[in-house]
């Protein structure tokens, strides 16, 4: 199914260096943007520890809650009257959840008097009444009472650690796809090369090699999706206040690589220059005169750094590599994770634009005559739109509950942007139309959904994909300014182009280069790629 | 060619007409009351009636309660359809004329006592000459830089110049002008002023003193403006130009035994510069749309910035006016490009 022609050229594609660079410097941000999860998090990855604070709320209001579901079942079993069996089911799950918050601290031997009213529980929400629920619970409660060191004469049970992972039941089924799509597609490529050795290159990849790969990522996102509960609300999470506050006691932790999130703000760190750099060392933390944007409440100066649990020292070089924001969030952390968002809205419009670029064109370009005069004229009023204004309107005005703004970032993008592709494969379709194998194709009767599709657009290819790559670059440079001008994805979602926007002060000097850089990188590798492309499938140095 | 000129402008007007439509539909679809960014709802405050009616009176204004097709018509002109419009219309004849056809964009909703296009005219005075000098930059550098690495094709110059090129061309306009202003601001070297178009105390300065102080203002914003379309051109340019020596008629004229200089500037250019030219017709659109982000970055009042506070403020007649000035522009410099190109290139014209 390769032929020769375009197997010279896919060599000649990959053989050259800054390809190889160009890809290189691609997967590195791909990879850091699709793992971010497991790279930079405030959530723990492994978490065994006792959940104190936890325990004594559930244990607080273990007796008040089984009275609620006395109160309500008490007309369980006198007939003629309404019975509530929706409050009676809301009160039961409600203690459900505080005895089995109870149970799972305490060990095996302890859990009788527990065991007792879930029993009584259960009766209420049979609708059996709940007779001596309440005399349960206290009975339970006594039992239950956790030790408290202040005052160990009252005594009191030892509660148990609980082994948790936090940041994984954080992780989205969409998440989870892409982290299991990468490494499979490597596997598939090693197999391929222990497989078939050194002839690997010329074997053909089958449509279903794609099909499988994809299938097998789905349903491992699917099974996580079945396993996991609900997303997090919030995109920060407490644990690190936790422990510092002693509502968890670690027994042993693990934390990705850096242990902050994208969302954690520091207010003791604003506007940090990075941490390697002689300015934060030399005088240690600058004192925070700015108020806060959001409350105006000025802290005091000279506030010493509030150093957060499992976090580098408060001097050490590589505490902030990039600096910190406004609120004390670490550069680097939402670099990585704003990656997602650039990234994706990159990809996702160049694909767009690439696909109805191309239907456009092939249209144009087969049909010739009345179609092709309509085609053209549409597109040349397409191209008369200022773009950058209707993207502009198009994703200031766009609701964002209704739709997903990345998604509506991406569709404007590629809505403003299909032309310079129609141009293309419209004179690819018009060159390719006059050629034998497609008379050939036509006096055979084939359709003209499969010559276009089966026959043409294969030998169309080349300038589209060129197009495409370029098209990546330049999706990338728009949403970056997009986001600059206030009009990208909403905090606290970081994206390159809206943290270069944080401060305009010639005094945050990194705050200004360093997302900048990211972008400038992205832009390169695509644009080497896209000339790598270009000359690879350039049909005047074929042999 | 003059049919060919005529078509085409006659193909402009409803292509104009149709984008304004749709930006129009665009605009007011949108989430976000005008009236209320205006005068706020003051809820649970004691005035919040008076700003209510202050609303009221706003929203009849700008005919913001009418249906859609009246406020376009409205907006198209040339009558104006308002209580204070033409007196056909049902409006007391004071202010008969208003609309794209009778040249009125009416008043920003912002500051009513401002019209648009008093105001676009001021930003143009801003936006132009540098978009125009900006330009002239670009053009006067890419060209012979294109030229020659063309001409020593290969060579340490050409490599260091593609490449140098090729990164600029893919950086970010914000990440450029942001970086000038921390090289050549007050915290790096400050050789340049960065903010503004002039000085707090320009006023008081003599008129040479005043044109050097907005010269040095304009120094980072050109920059900014035209190290990509330079970048862009000069590769172009240097394309046209290999392709061109590369042909018959340039190995005619060495083996006639010119010197090198006219086969290269006089013969080879004139044939490279064609397909350049249609890359003019994206100038003009750019010269008067202005860029928002160079704007936004170098706090100049410009077009760009007026487009932008517009869409913020959800100023429909403002976002109109600059939306079809600038679609006006495009369609302009796309059918200016597209004449010069049939001048130029005689197989064009009689093909």
Request: aromatic fraction near 10%; include cysteine; charge should be neutral.
């Amino acid at each position: 199914m390769v032929e020769p022609a375009r197997r010279s050229a896919w060599s000649r594609f990959f053989g050259r260096a800054r390809t190889r660079v160009a890809l290189a410097a691609l997967a590195l941000l791909y990879a850091g943007a699709i793992y971010a999860p497991l790279i930079a998090n405030d959530r723990p990855l492994r978490l065994d520890a006792v959940h104190v604070k936890e325990y004594r709320a559930a244990w607080r209001s273990l007796v008040p809650a089984t009275q609620e579901l006395a109160r309500w079942s008490q007309f369980s079993l006198v007939p003629d009257v309404p019975k509530f069996p929706e409050e009676i089911e809301r009160e039961a799950r409600a203690v459900s959840q505080r005895i089995a918050t109870l149970a799972s601290a305490l060990s095996e031997s302890d859990r009788a008097a527990l065991g007792a009213l879930e029993r009584a529980v259960d009766h209420a929400r049979a609708g059996e009444g709940g007779g001596d629920l309440v005399e349960l619970a206290r009975r339970a409660q006594e039992e239950c009472r956790p030790f408290d060191p202040a005052d160990p004469a009252v005594g009191g049970k030892v509660l148990q650690s609980r082994v948790s992972y936090p940041l994984l039941e954080s992780l989205r089924a969409v998440d989870v796809f892409f982290m299991v799509l990468g490494p499979l597609c490597i596997a598939a490529v090693l197999w391929s090369r222990v497989r078939y050795g050194s002839r690997s290159s010329g074997q053909p990849v089958r449509w279903w090699n794609f099909v499988a790969v994809l299938a097998i990522a789905a349903a491992g996102a699917f099974l996580w999706e079945l396993r996991a509960g609900p997303a997090p609300a919030f995109a920060s999470s407490s644990y690190k206040a936790d422990v510092q506050s002693g509502a968890l006691v670690v027994n042993s932790v693990v934390f990705p690589p850096i242990a902050m999130g994208f969302a954690e703000t520091n207010l003791s760190e604003s506007y940090r220059p990075p941490t390697w750099t002689s300015a934060a060392r030399a005088h240690g933390p600058r004192p925070v005169l700015e108020p806060e944007p959001r409350s105006a409440l000025a802290p005091p100066s000279n506030t010493p750094i509030d150093v957060h649990f499992a976090e580098p020292a408060a001097d050490s070089a590589w505490r902030h590599p990039l600096g910190t924001d406004s609120v004390g969030r670490d550069l680097l952390v939402r670099l990585i994770w704003g990656g997602r968002v650039s990234l994706v809205v990159g990809l996702v419009s160049a694909l767009l634009l690439t696909v109805i670029g191309t239907l456009v064109g092939a249209i144009a370009g087969y049909c010739g005559g009345l179609t092709d005069l309509f085609v053209s004229r549409v597109i040349e009023v397409v191209l008369c739109f200022p773009a950058f204004f209707l993207i502009l309107i198009a994703v200031a005005f766009t609701d964002p509950s209704v739709v997903p703004p990345l998604f509506a970032i991406a569709a404007v993008i590629a809505l403003v942007g299909w032309t310079g592709v129609a141009r293309l494969a419209r004179a690819e379709f018009l060159r390719l139309r006059a050629q034998e194998f497609v008379l050939a194709a036509k006096a055979l009767g084939f359709s003209h959904a499969r010559i276009l599709f089966v026959h043409m657009l294969p030998n169309a290819l080349g300038p589209v994909l060129v197009a495409g790559a370029f098209a990546v670059a330049s999706g990338v440079l728009v949403e970056s300014a997009l986001s600059f001008l206030g009009f990208g994805i909403a905090h606290p979602v970081p994206s390159w182009g809206a943290l270069a926007s944080e401060s305009h002060s010639a005094d945050h000097w990194w705050l200004q280069l360093f997302p900048g850089f990211f972008i400038f990188v992205t832009v390169v590798a695509y644009n080497l790629a896209g000339e790598s492309l270009r000359d690879a499938l350039d049909p005047r140095l074929e042999d | 060619m003059l049919k060919y000129c005529l078509r085409r402008l006659a193909w402009m007007v409803p292509t104009l007409f149709g984008i304004t439509l749709v930006v129009f539909v665009a605009v007011h679809a949108a989430p976000g009351d005008p009236s209320l960014i205006r005068f706020g709802s003051g809820e649970g405050t004691p005035s919040s009636e008076a700003l209510a009616a202050e609303r009221a009176r706003f929203r009849a204004e700008h005919l913001l309660d009418r249906p859609l097709v009246v406020q376009y018509l409205h907006f198209l002109g040339p009558f104006d359809l308002g209580a204070s419009g033409h007196r056909w219309f049902g409006g007391d004849g004071s202010d008969p004329w208003h609309g794209v056809l009778a040249l009125d964009f009416g008043t920003e909703f912002q500051r009513s006592d401002v019209s648009v296009l008093s105001e676009i005219g001021r930003r143009l005075r801003v936006t132009v000459p540098l978009s125009l000098v900006a330009v002239l930059v670009s053009y006067l550098v890419a060209l012979p830089l294109g030229v020659l690495s063309a001409v020593r094709r290969g060579s340490a110059l050409d490599r260091a110049t593609s490449f140098g090129l090729f990164a600029l061309y893919s950086v970010p306009t914000f990440w450029a002008g942001l970086v000038l202003i921390l090289l050549f601001g007050a915290s790096g070297l400050g050789w340049l002023p960065v903010i503004g178009l002039h000085d707090k105390d320009a006023a008081a300065m003599s008129p040479a003193a005043y044109a050097m102080d907005t010269a040095a203002h304009c120094i980072l914003p050109v920059a900014t403006l035209a190290y990509g379309g330079l970048a862009y051109l000069s590769r172009q340019m240097r394309g046209g130009m290999i392709e061109v020596i590369g042909q018959d008629y340039v190995r005619t004229a060495r083996a006639k035994g010119l010197p090198e200089r006219t086969v290269i500037w006089k013969h080879a250019l004139r044939n490279a510069l064609i397909p350049v030219t249609t890359l003019f017709a994206s100038v003009l659109p750019a010269l008067i749309g202005g860029s928002v982000i160079v704007e936004t970055v170098f706090a100049l009042p410009g077009m760009g910035l007026y487009a932008y506070e517009g869409l913020l403020a959800r100023d429909h007649n403002v976002i109109m006016a600059t939306t079809t000035l600038s679609a006006a522009m495009t369609l302009v410099g796309i059918l200016v490009s597209d004449i010069v190109y049939a001048l130029l290139d005689p197989r064009i014209r009689h093909g």
